[in-house]
């Protein structure tokens, strides 16, 4: 099996380098998600149109009415849970859900733009596609939850959403990968600032009792065009240090570039090129899962 044609940034030696593959070797995850998007492939062409389609895998119970026995890992289950003053956090979720017999389950949680909604991950097919990776033949072990969380939201916020996520156990309560298209990564960049300010205040240099709330949450992070990586403080960057990032863009989104090429210079993070607009992700939706999965197994997320 082999990629699609991707450009790939990283760095080397001297500085940023840019190369582009057209095949290579890949992991098992990675083809994974390959039989996946090929399996889905003629449902997915129908999804954005298709209510039908979109809601076909909508689970009856809520998520209060479930155990894990009752669970079908490759099933989309829609809920909500209360969190922070009086809000309310809409949700999908699929896969295995947390459990003490499975501390190696992979936890991705994806929020959304400010022009979209947890809804488009599912029009998409990409929800689909990542659901579809659990199924019996391929084993797959791996929990999706896509939130609306709106964009306004800061690092507090987000944490509040996470602990009210881990108390409904959707989410096992340990470090997630999240994925931040566009207006969303601010509140994965606001995590980062008030790590930064916990240390100065502190004045200690970046212990890692300053970095509480960062590293208690996050493994892994995964932006997509994240603006506000732009106008974030150097020594918020510098939070995400031991954290494994890959940063996504469209090839005809000018600000994702930059926002990538700050990342892989400030962080030493994975840049990838897709083809696509500022929203690449549902411009190239098979190609970014394979991306994602593939980056999930690289750094063992």
Not at 94 to 113: A, Q
Not at 131 to 154: R, T
Not at 182 to 203: D, F, Q, R, T, W
Request: aromatic share 4%.
């Amino acid at each position: 099996l082999s990629l699609p044609k991707t450009n790939t940034v990283g760095r080397s030696g001297s500085g940023i380098d840019s190369t582009t593959t057209n095949s290579e070797e890949i992991s098992p995850r990675t083809a994974l998600s390959q039989m996946s998007a090929i399996r889905s492939s003629s449902s997915i062409s129908g999804v954005a149109g298709d209510s039908s389609s979109s809601t076909s895998n909508l689970a009856p119970k809520n998520k209060e009415e479930l155990d894990e026995e009752d669970v079908d890992p490759m099933k989309i289950i829609e809920g909500s849970v209360a969190y922070g003053a009086k809000k309310t956090l809409p949700y999908y979720h699929c896969g295995p859900l947390p459990s003490h017999d499975n501390p190696e389950l992979t936890e991705l949680v994806l929020l959304h733009g400010a022009a979209f909604t947890k809804e488009n991950w599912k029009s998409s097919g990409i929800l689909d596609m990542l659901c579809e990776i659990n199924n019996e033949e391929d084993e797959g072990n791996l929990s999706i939850s896509a939130l609306d969380l709106p964009v306004s939201a800061d690092g507090t916020e987000l944490v509040l959403a996470f602990e009210a996520l881990t108390s409904k156990k959707i989410l096992s309560g340990r470090p997630v990968t999240f994925i931040s298209p566009s207006a969303s990564g601010k509140s994965i960049v606001s995590l980062g600032e008030m790590a930064a300010a916990a240390s100065k205040n502190s004045g200690s240099g970046g212990s890692s009792s300053s970095s509480t709330e960062l590293t208690r949450i996050v493994k892994g992070w995964i932006p997509v065009a994240s603006g506000a990586v732009s106008g974030a403080s150097e020594s918020a960057l510098k939070q995400y240090a031991d954290i494994p990032i890959l940063a996504l863009y469209g090839d005809e989104d000018e600000m994702g570039k930059k926002v990538t090429q700050i990342l892989v210079a400030s962080n030493g993070a994975k840049g990838v090129e897709l083809e696509g607009r500022h929203p690449v992700y549902l411009d190239s939706p098979e190609e970014f899962v394979q991306e994602v999965m593939q980056y999930l197994d690289e750094e063992d997320l």
